[in-house]
Nanobody, 124 residues
């Protein structure tokens, strides 16, 4: 069964929007785990973007607050990231990730598993 498979990336102009999705294996109900989105820009380290805990508490890195929204669909066992008002600085490979616990670690933590990612490119 597929686990942590992302989709929805693409190329947009600055100010545009994208919605990323992640299919999660039903062996790992999203409501029971901390789920997150990570990104890695060219030449930079992977960084945590947003997390959602088992009880639905969300956390965002400062650079995306007010622009990105993390959500999940418990019935479909999927994770999403709505990205609005994108800027070239958001260009990166975005991966969904899972932490082996319901509570979320700091965004700087190394998640236990993540997907291969989907490319997001934002042009000026």
């Amino acid at each position: 069964q597929e686990d942590l498979v992302e989709s929805g990336g693409g190329s947009v102009q600055a100010g545009g929007s994208l919605r990323l999705s992640c299919v999660v294996s039903t062996r790992y109900p999203v409501r029971d785990y901390c789920m997150g989105w990570l990104r890695q820009a060219p030449g930079k380290e992977r960084e945590g973007v947003a997390t959602i805990s088992g009880i639905g508490a969300t956390n965002y890195t400062d650079a995306v607050k007010g622009r990105f929204t993390i959500s999940r669909d418990n019935s479909k066992n999927t994770l999403h990231l709505q990205m609005n008002n994108l800027s070239p600085e958001d260009t990166a490979i975005y991966s969904c990730a899972r932490w082996n616990g319901g509570g979320c670690p700091p965004l700087s933590a190394v998640f236990h598993k993540w997907g291969q990612g989907t490319q997001v490119t934002v042009s000026a």
